[in-house]
């Protein structure tokens, strides 16, 4: 596609339920990052994909948090058990992958936990 | 491992002042240094890099960063701001071949009339 696509764009969720947030990167690139925007704050990195290499999971806040990608494609950011404090913007980045290159960043999903 | 250090959660400037927004980064290896914006209900997006080669490098609309190696640092600067240019700014630090892109917390600039 033109872009980094997310879905869903906003997802409020009960406190307890699981959720699936989806990403789809640009066609060809290798990398592709999962971040949390909390209201007010900064960009706190959660898991890095590049290619077929292992991921980088060290941002990942607990177990509950888990994310998959097939290949050089769509990647998806589970939570289970949402709480509160998950309740935040995730947002997916991709890019060709070689760190000179740019990130393209999707729209992000809007995560509410009530 | 690299870290960046944004010192500055927020700084409230006049429409046609100079601003400087500050970003300091950590790394054991050589890096490539970026920042990024997010205008007010949009996404992120790239503002300016430095790869290598000339210290200074510009963006299309005003905005300059100067990477400074002894002082590990990567300051963005604009001689005169709008009101356009309020907006939250990230700077972001990468290692020499595949390496994850590293943020700060970013910075709120708030232009004023």
Redesign the interface.
Known sequence: GAGVSQSPSNKVTEKGKDVELRCDPISGHT?L?W?RQRLG???E?LI?F??N?AP?KSGLPSDRFSAERTGESVSTLTIQRTQQEDSAVY?C?S?L????T??F????TRLTVV | AQSVT?LDSQVPVFEEAPVELRCNYSSSVS??L?W?VQYPNQ????LL?Y?SGSTLVESINGFEAEFNKSQTSFHLRKPSVHISDTAEY?CAV?????????????TRLLVSP
Do not use: I, M, P, W
């Open positions: 990398a990052y971040y704050q900064g960009l990195f890095y590049q290619g290499s980088d947002l980045a890019s992958g070689a760190g000179n740019e990130a960043f999707g729209q992000g | 944004q890096v490539y970026f990024y996404g992120l997006q790239l890099k790869l990230f990468s290692g020499r071949g595949f390496q994850k892109l590293v943020f700060g917390t970013g």
